[in-house]
C-alpha cells in the first residue's frame, strides 16, 4: 500500500537548535508539498515541488526554512535556528497534479515542540 | 487570488444526526472542489471530489455538489456515527491555485453516541 512517509513522527527540541525533517513521497508522484499546521493558524503551503524542482516557497519564513529535493525520493524541511513559534505539525504530500485536478496524499505528520 | 471558507465549528452531534458543515470559495476560472478528513492523530486523506458544475461528489456516505452559481461545496450526510469524528477541509485546486490546494480553516466535528 503506497503511502508518504514522514520522520521523525515527533521531536522536541531547544530554541536555536537545527530541526531536519524528511519526507518519501510515492513513487511516481511529481510534484510534493510542505504543509505546517496549527490551531491558530490552520493549514498553511510552506513550499512545493514539481519534477524536484522548487515552484513556491512564498509561505516560508527565508530566513530560517529551506526546503530541498535531492532526488526524487526524499524531500526535506530544515529549520535553522528554530524558534519556540515554530512549533506545529508539519505534513508533507505527493501527488500527480495539473491545473485543475489531483488528489494529494498525506504523510501523517512531523509533530515538532520547539522549548 | 482564490480562497475557500468554512462554517466555524466545532460542530457537536447526537449519533444519527444530519450533518452539513458549510463551505463557499472564490476562484478564477473553473477549479475543482474537495473535501478531505483528518483523524486525530493522522493526515489528511481524501473524502471526495467534484471537479465540475453540478457534479456530485460521495464517498462512505458523505456527499457534497459542485453549486457554481452559489460558489458552494458543502458536505452532507444523512446520518452520522461516533467513528465520523474529525476534522474536514473544504479545498479547492485550479483557479490561480494552480498545481496546489487551497484549504478552508477546516471544521472539528464530534459525535456522541
Known amino acids: 500500500d503506497a503511502r508518504v512517509t514522514q520522520t521523525p513522527r515527533h521531536k522536541v527540541t531547544e530554541m536555536g537548535q537545527e530541526v531536519t525533517m524528511r519526507c518519501q513521497p510515492i513513487?511516481?508522484?511529481?510534484?510534493v508539498f510542505w504543509y505546517r499546521q496549527t490551531m491558530m493558524q490552520g493549514l498553511e503551503l510552506l513550499a512545493y515541488f514539481r519534477n524536484r524542482a522548487p515552484l513556491d516557497d512564498s509561505g516560508m519564513p527565508k530566513d530560517r526554512f529551506s526546503a530541498e529535493m535531492p532526488d526524487a525520493t526524499l524531500a526535506t524541511l530544515k529549520i535553522q535556528p528554530s524558534e519556540p513559534r515554530d512549533s506545529a505539525v508539519y505534513f508533507c504530500?505527493?501527488?500527480?497534479?495539473?491545473?485543475?485536478?489531483?488528489?494529494?496524499?498525506f504523510g501523517e505528520g512531523s509533530r515538532l515542540t520547539v522549548l | 487570488g482564490d480562497s475557500v471558507t468554512q462554517m466555524e465549528g466545532p460542530v457537536t452531534l447526537s449519533e444519527e444526526a444530519f450533518l452539513t458543515i458549510n463551505c463557499t470559495y472564490t476562484a478564477t476560472g473553473y477549479p475543482s472542489l474537495f473535501w478531505y478528513v483528518q483523524y486525530p492523530g493522522e493526515g489528511l486523506q481524501l473524502l471526495l471530489k467534484a471537479t465540475k458544475a453540478d457534479d456530485k461528489g460521495s464517498n462512505k456516505g458523505f456527499e457534497a455538489t459542485y453549486r457554481k452559481e452559489t460558489t458552494s461545496f458543502h458536505l452532507e450526510k444523512g446520518s452520522v456515527q461516533v467513528s465520523d469524528s474529525a476534522v474536514y477541509f473544504c479545498?479547492?485546486?485550479?483557479?490561480?491555485?494552480?498545481?496546489?490546494?487551497?484549504f478552508g480553516q477546516g471544521t472539528i466535528l464530534t459525535v456522541h453516541p
Open positions: 504530500a505527493s501527488g500527480l497534479v495539473s491545473a485543475s485536478t489531483g488528489e494529494l496524499f
Open positions: 513513487l511516481g508522484h511529481n510534484t
Open positions: 479545498a479547492l485546486s485550479g483557479g490561480t491555485s494552480y498545481g496546489k490546494l487551497t
